[in-house]
């Protein structure tokens, strides 16, 4: 009977330690965990090969200017790291090829950048004023689940929340293809009134954006472009992504096929047991 005892304690404790061997999103996907992949010098870079933008502009007829561009590009870099906040210099270079519905006559290159304080436990951004602007989406929740509420926004009197619509997408980053959380869906909560959509894809295994519509970025906020319209590449980042072509399912399928295998296990314990008596 003791050694049935020994046994059956044997068996819980390998159940235990294959379920939380396979199961990383069991303590992961908090909405409020600061990244642990963000230190100083880590940066991201994305391209675009043309697009249009809205550029807040007040001497403008309507405060904004309208501009196609080739040749874009947005970057941000951790540049210092203090207590919660990470401090992000932001970039943004593009070819102005039209403007406000006319041909330029000659292509104008244009550089913005600026700097911004994101706490690293809600991606709340501020600008050097400290003035809020809002929840920067640059990263989500690692290992996010399709239960996990994301908030994407808020700035009161607003607040906006997502779910993920799926975790079992890939996306494509300078590592290779990545396992990721993709969000295509109306998001709970408006902003000024409005209803708000989020689409995009983002890395699993550290929530670093993949690919995404800039529609209410508070990045490009901050550098006073209203809206980004143009699809881009994720073309280089020193932030280790994780292994790349992994199935984000494998570990619960590993799970589903292990505690079966653990029962079948104790079965034959136990009828053996029973057959030395």
Known sequence: MKRLHVNWVSTIILVFVIFFSFSPHCFSGSNSSPPTWLKKGVYAKYTFPSGHLFLANPTARYGIDSIDFSDGMFRWECVDLVED??????T??????R????????PIPRNLSTEVDVNTFNRGLYLQNGSLVGRTTLWLPANATLDTVITIWDVPPDKVTIKPTNTTSLGMSPQGTQPALKISSFANGTINGKNISLHGLWDLN??????????HEAAFTALNITDWIANGVFEDTNIDLGPPNKNPEDPRLLMLISVPAVFVILSVLIFNHKRKK
């Open 85 to 90: 906040f990470a401090k992000l210099k932001l």
């Open 92 to 97: 943004v270079e593009y070819v102005e090829t």
């Open 206 to 215: 550290t929530g670093v954006m993949l690919s995404q519509v800039m529609e």
């Open 99 to 106: 403007k406000n519905g006319e041909d330029l006559e000659e």
